[in-house]
C-alpha cells in the first residue's frame, strides 16, 4: 500500500486573495517519499484534488497519458488529500446520526392502495398553435 504524506497545505485565501475563483487548496507531500503538489477544484460542491506537475515551467494538471504519476499514484494522493482536508473541514461528510426505526433483519411488508382519477383530462392546457 502507497504512504502518503501531507507536509504543507496553502489556504485559499493565499491562492486566490481577490476570489474571482472557486475554493482552490493546495496540498505539498510525499508519496512513498517522492514529493508531490495538488491542488483542489470544486466538483458537485466539494473539493477534489488533481495532481499537478511541472510542465514547461509550470504547475499544472496534466493527462494521464502525459503524466510520470501513474493512475494508482494519482488516486492515493486526490485520496490523502482529500481525508487531511476532511479532518479540519468536513465538507459534505457530516451526517446526522438517524436512529433506526427497525431492529436488523426486522421485516415490513410495504402496501400502496390506487385511487382511480375522476377527472383524467382536468389539469391538462391546450397550448394555442403559433
Known amino acids: 500500500m502507497k504512504t502518503a504524506e501531507i507536509l504543507k497545505v496553502t489556504l485559499p485565501d493565499e491562492l486566490n486573495a481577490d476570489h474571482t475563483k472557486p475554493e482552490v487548496w493546495e496540498m505539498e507531500g510525499t508519496l512513498d517519499d517522492r514529493p508531490f503538489t495538488a491542488r483542489s477544484i470544486q466538483w458537485k460542491g466539494e473539493p477534489i484534488f488533481k495532481l ?8 499544472t494538471h496534466l493527462s494521464l497519458a502525459k503524466s ?3 493512475r494508482g499514484d494519482r488516486i492515493a494522493v486526490a485520496r490523502a488529500c482529500k481525508a487531511h482536508l476532511d479532518k479540519f473541514f468536513p465538507f459534505g461528510n457530516i451526517k446526522e446520526g438517524i436512529e433506526p426505526e427497525l431492529k436488523a433483519g426486522e421485516l415490513v411488508n410495504i402496501a400502496a392502495e390506487t385511487v382511480k382519477d375522476e377527472n383524467p383530462g382536468e389539469g391538462d392546457r391546450a397550448h394555442p398553435s403559433t
Open 68 to 70: 510520470s504519476w501513474g
Open 52 to 59: 499537478h506537475e511541472e510542465f514547461l515551467g509550470v504547475l
